[in-house]
């Protein structure tokens, strides 16, 4: 079975200060990973995902994330964050023998930057 | 959100009728989803399809129905079954084939707030 947690609901980071929201994963045979973000009344925007290869991924608006296989995260980070990065960020993780099967996602993280 | 609509935005029921929630996408994928949201659950899945004219029930699909007629349609019906559809219902779609707009990638549309009244 797949599964990804979001081990905090809540990260409060100062503006111009480094942010990280972490993900851990379970999944079967090697992951497909996701970041999404989601503001207020919104769908879910597309951040960046891993697939294979380079083990750090660069996404939009300045945001990366780090696949560790030995600890199964992909910790979504940002060097300098901004008070417009507030928002609803979700993990998903799907295996990659998995087909085109629906993404399992983690239950959420609530970044506020605060000025 | 680009590529996917979903209609209405906003939507109220009242108790013992059905509503049908639509979601259109024209990026050619071929698999569809449909999710509901509530706070602090995350995002959890009601029914998707792989390819048209075929659906699988999601973790909570009792209560909802769908059809897939068109590749490029999903619509789903909350029916009066469902004790407590007042949620954010979200539709997203993805396509494995090499060639197309985020292969391996789910996309999401804006969503439409079901408030049964």
């Known amino acids: 079975a797949q599964s990804v947690a979001q081990p905090e609901d809540q990260v409060n980071v100062a503006e111009g200060n480094p942010l990280t929201v972490k993900c851990t994963y379970s999944?079967?045979?090697?992951?497909?990973l996701f970041w999404y973000v989601q503001y207020p009344n919104r769908g879910l925007q597309f951040l960046l995902k891993?697939?294979?290869?380079?083990?750090l991924v660069k996404g939009s608006y300045g945001f990366e994330a780090e696949f560790n296989k030995s600890q199964t995260s992909f910790h979504l980070k940002k060097p300098s964050a901004l008070v417009s990065d507030s928002a609803l960020y979700f993990c998903?993780?799907?295996?990659?023998?998995?087909?085109?099967?629906?993404?399992?996602f983690g239950k959420g993280t609530r970044l506020s930057v605060i000025a | 959100d680009g590529g996917i609509t979903q209609s209405p935005k906003y939507l109220f029921r009242k108790e013992g009728q059905n509503v049908t929630l639509s979601c259109e996408q024209n990026?050619?994928?071929?698999?569809m989803y449909w999710y509901r949201q509530d706070p602090g659950q995350g995002l959890r899945l009601i029914y998707y399809?792989?390819?048209?004219?075929?659906?699988q029930k999601g973790d909570i699909a009792e209560g909802y129905s769908v059809s897939r007629e068109k590749k490029e349609s999903f619509p789903l019906t909350v029916t009066s079954a469902q004790k407590n559809p007042t949620a954010f219902y979200l539709c997203?779609?993805?396509?494995?084939?090499?060639?197309?707009?985020?292969?391996?990638?789910?996309?999401f549309g804006p969503g439409t707030r079901l408030t049964v009244l």
């Open positions: 997203a779609s993805s396509s494995q084939r090499e060639g197309i707009v985020g292969t391996d990638t789910q996309y």
């Open positions: 999944v079967s045979g090697n992951p497909y």
């Open positions: 891993y697939i294979t290869g380079d083990n």
């Open positions: 998903a993780v799907r295996g990659s023998n998995s087909g085109n099967t629906p993404l399992v």
């Open positions: 990026l050619n994928h071929d698999a």
């Open positions: 399809s792989q390819i048209v004219n075929d659906f």
